[in-house]
């Protein structure tokens, strides 16, 4: 009898592991042909830690800039509405950071620094001399923040979508933060991702059982392609390491002043709520909106809400 349930047993695992190594293959050959198959749709800047992709649309005198959260496979497709809403009013830049999208992997660390002078070359060479307003998503308020700190002359304006507060990031669980990285990680090697998703269950941890169903035929699929190829990637781990210290360098480091800001936020509670007055209270022109209903990736669940409030914020915007 024990013979027998140890051969089941060895039966199983063989079977599961079969099954992994099967579906890690086919998620390996999938990706590399979806990998050739959408080049990059825009241009490159050498930043010296990596070569970075970014995408510009749109012509004025101001420029807006995004700035995705840690881990979005791609800021093209997940700015997409944004830009194009916003390319009618000047000029737009999104970028992949790195080792996401289109750009290559990072040769440095992710310290906020890094970020910052990352970001500045970035804008100098995409929007030369312009005066810029910086949209932001997640954790990308802390780019935002430093970089406002750096070029406070030059920053007309930020909106916050949905991100938390340095007050907020210094006491983060950065284990947390990289358990689930692993674990989306996990999914995505041995294909569970993808299955899922042919399956029509798009998971939200990026925002993309929101997203990619608003999107255009083709951009979909380029998003699910994305999605596939970069959900939990490992370069994002840079970054989601050192959440706690460069939020408290930020912190050690002045407000934004009189930078007129605006605070767009999910409803997730009343936790949440007090981390977006934090942020607000970060400058001393600053407007607090909570979007009822909405997700994280808000300026999708919530994406006609989201641009009446960015309209109405760049329409005030003197520069």
Known sequence: MKRKIK??????????????????????????????????????VDLGAYQAHYYSKGEGDLAFVFIA????????TDFYRLQDELSAVGQTVTFDHAGSGWSSESKTDRTIENLANELSTLIDTACSNKPV????????????????????QQVKGIVFLDS????????????????MNRGIAFARTIGLNRLLGELGFLL??????????????????????????FA????????????????????????????????????????????????ASWSESSKQVK?????????WSNSDEALYYIGEFVENISY
Not at 15 to 43: C, D, H, K, N
Not at 69 to 76: D, H, I, L, Q, V
Not at 164 to 179: I, K, M, N, R
């Open 69 to 76: 959260g840690s881990g979005t496979p791609c800021a093209y």
């Open 164 to 179: 938390g507060s340095p007050e907020f990031y210094s006491t983060d669980s950065e284990f947390l933060a990289a358990a």
């Open 204 to 229: 939200p941890l990026y925002g993309e059982n929101v997203r990619n169903s608003l999107l255009s035929e083709k951009v979909k699929d380029l998003d699910e392609a994305m999605y596939y190829r």
């Open 291 to 299: 979007l009822k209903d909405s997700e994280h990736y808000l300026y």
């Open 7 to 44: 051969t089941k047993r060895v039966i199983i695992v063989s079977l599961l592991t079969a099954a992994l190594v099967l579906g890690a293959i086919v998620e390996f050959v999938l990706t590399a042909i979806e990998s050739r198959s959408y080049p990059a749709i825009g241009s490159y």
């Open 232 to 279: 939990g990637n490992s370069a994002s781990l840079g970054t989601i390491k050192l959440i706690n210290e460069n939020a408290e360098k930020i912190l050690n480091g002045s407000l934004l002043g009189e930078t007129p800001i605006l605070v767009l936020s999910s409803d997730n509670g009343d936790e949440w709520d007090s981390v977006q007055l934090q942020l």
């Open 133 to 152: 307003v910086l949209l932001c998503h997640s954790l990308g308020s802390l780019e935002a923040i430093a970089y406002t700190q750096l070029h406070p």
